[in-house]
């Protein structure tokens, strides 16, 4: 043996146990060398019966690779082969130039890229499926801290990406959840368990978001936790509606007693009012008469609750007839308009232009937006504002919307200000009856009041009506 001949088969040992596939060719792309990995892809045979290289190739691939032809020192490229068991390997390659006298003789290294290839089509695919869901989708790292929200996330939270990449989830806290509620979760979840349950958070915009939301932590094979999957399902709306039920349901119950009160208490305070009338009318005496007046004018307020509190549930007396709600809310403007805490407010008005026809009592009906209305100039405790009523035809409802800029109401206390002598005001100004009797009347006609706050920007009411039928 030629020492030359020993130091190729030394350098054939070396070349057969690298892990890449490597042909050295001819300019012609014969094939003159190839190692113990090319062989084992493609088989000894393949090679040899194989002109050149890219009889190796994928069929469909060997346009693309003559495209690079001719080759220079250092060119690389993508390529597909297919291996001798007929799977298709993904590899990268470069080629170096061996020069031979005046001949060009080509090294080609390949390294073998399916696996990675396969790992980016499969994280393509669950990037488009956390992408696209509708489902909102956070990440965090170990330490709480946000690295990915997806588009469904920020349509819901109201913030971007960018606003949320890098903070806690806390940002959207409500509020509505005790510290020991929210450390009972983190305990749960950072001991490597999934946490399922239901939280109230809060857009940007400072409105409350219901949420079924399950927490999981991301361990790699080791079992360490890497960060955090938050995949959440916005129940808000169903929230909404299972609120509406209940009210309408609890109405209903404190409507009846209400009402059995009311006549209890209406009859002994008639009788009384009388005698007080009488004695008023048949005493000299001085002190007692200026007593008594107390006494009238205390009546006078426990009577004026006492029909309200009927009203709210007895049959109406009025006769019900085709109303133009625009007209009603009109005339509901004009009489609180005159009040004196109207000064510094701007009222801005957007009635569709039809007439909007329901079936109702118009006197009713224009108690209920005075007590709507007269409640957001409240709202604005005296402050400069503004109040925008709007009306507008829905497919088979008529809408009408009262918006104030004033103090706004916490989500806790959205679904109380319904009930009976709720209130937020000094004795003697509010009765918390307003809303109460509102629903009641605006129910009767099949009809319903919604609405949306946000504490410290202002209220929207919604109240809706079946159009005439
Ligand atoms: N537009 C509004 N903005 C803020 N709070 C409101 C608004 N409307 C109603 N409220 C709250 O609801 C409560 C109940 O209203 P209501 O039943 O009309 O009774 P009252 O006006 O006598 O207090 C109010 O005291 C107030 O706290
Ligand atoms: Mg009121």
Known sequence: MTKKSAIFSEFEDVVDKLPDIIFILQEDLTVLFSNACARELFGSRAILSANNLSGLLLPEEREAFHASLPWKDGMSGEIQFLSENGAMTHAI???RALQKGRRTAWLFIAHDTTIEKQKDLDLLRFSNVIQRTINPIQITDASGNMVYVNPAFEK?????????IGRNPRILNSGRHSKEFWSGVWQHISSGRIWVGKIENR????????????????IDAAGTILGYLGAHRDITEQKILEQQLIRSQKMESIGTLAAGIAHEVGNPLTAISSLVQVIQRTSSDGFAKEKLELINSQINRITRIIRELVDFSRPSTYIVKPTDINQVVRESLNIVRYGKKVKNISFELLFADEPLEITAVPDQIVQVFINILMNAVDSLEGRTGGILVSSRKKEQTVEVTIRDTGKGIESSELEKIFEPFYTTKEVGRGTGLGLWVSYGIVKSFRGDIFVESIPDRGSTFTVSFPVKG
């Open 93 to 95: 390659w470069k080629v």
């Open 203 to 218: 857009r940007k915009d400072g409105s409350p978001i219901f949420m079924e939301v399950v927490l999981s932590p991301i």
């Open 156 to 164: 819901v939270s109201g913030y971007t990406s960018a606003e949320l």
